[in-house]
């Protein structure tokens, strides 16, 4: 049963805290992306990686927020410092490169209090 | 910059109905439309998917309809169930490169299906 994996699920955390989330992508899967989920915005790109590369991080506010690919099993998404505006639900999604078909994560709803 | 425009934000249908769903988009270069299906807790997940060199495409119940001069394409759920409901997105992405690329999302329909 191939599937994106994230942890946690769920975050509560404290203003200025750091937060790491955690995506194992689908195997043989060479491109990872990072969206954020609000009321407000709806589904946003953060950044993605291809072969573990970062190719665009333009949506990520560059100042506190940092994604990385250590390796090919596993990208992670940090805030250091976290801030109340960073609540929402982070979603994880992996593709292949010959198929934009993108398999997304069941997300990790993060509070920032 | 809102590169999807998705409409209606909310959508009533009674079982049975067809949904309908529309989004309009701008970039030119965007070649990738598909529409994906979220349940609350979960994911989305992908639905349907059309490339512009056809106008329509057709998977069981669900079809898209796309209008490469309108910059329009549009989601249809013949036979509407209950289960249906849940919230819709569509999305576009280009592929300057070649290969899987950012999905530019709208900003989602809430479907319910009455009964």
């Known amino acids: 049963d191939a599937r994106v994996t994230q942890t946690p699920r769920h975050k509560v955390t404290e203003m200025g805290q750091e937060v790491t989330m955690r995506c194992q992508p689908i195997l043989g899967h060479n491109t990872v992306f990072w969206y954020r989920q609000t009321m407000m915005q709806g589904l946003e790109l953060l950044a993605y990686f291809r072969n573990r590369a970062p190719l665009d991080d333009s949506g990520m506010p560059k100042d506190r927020f940092s994604a990385e690919m250590p390796d090919a099993t596993l990208a992670t998404l940090k805030i250091q410092p976290s801030e109340p505006r960073d609540s929402a639900v982070y979603f994880c999604?992996?593709?292949?490169?010959?198929?934009?078909?993108?398999?997304f994560g069941q997300g990790t709803r993060l509070t920032v209090v | 910059q809102q590169q999807v425009k998705q409409s209606p934000q909310s959508l009533i249908v009674q079982k049975g109905g067809i949904s309908i769903i529309n989004c309009a988009y701008e970039?030119?270069?965007?070649?990738?439309f598909p529409w994906y299906q979220q349940f609350p807790g979960k994911g989305p997940a992908l639905l349907i998917a059309?490339?512009?060199?056809?106008s329509e495409k057709k998977e069981g119940r669900f079809t898209i309809s796309f209008n490469k001069s309108a910059k329009q394409f549009s989601l249809h759920i013949m036979d509407s169930q209950p289960g249906d409901s849940a919230t819709y997105f569509c999305?576009?992405?280009?592929?300057?490169?070649?290969?899987?690329?950012?999905?530019?999302f709208g900003k989602g329909t809430h479907l319910i299906i009455q009964p």
């Open positions: 059309i490339r512009p060199d056809v």
């Open positions: 999604a992996s593709g292949q490169t010959a198929n934009t078909e993108a398999f």
């Open positions: 970039n030119t270069a965007f070649d990738y």
């Open positions: 999305a576009a992405s280009g592929r300057p490169g070649g290969g899987a690329d950012g999905l530019t």
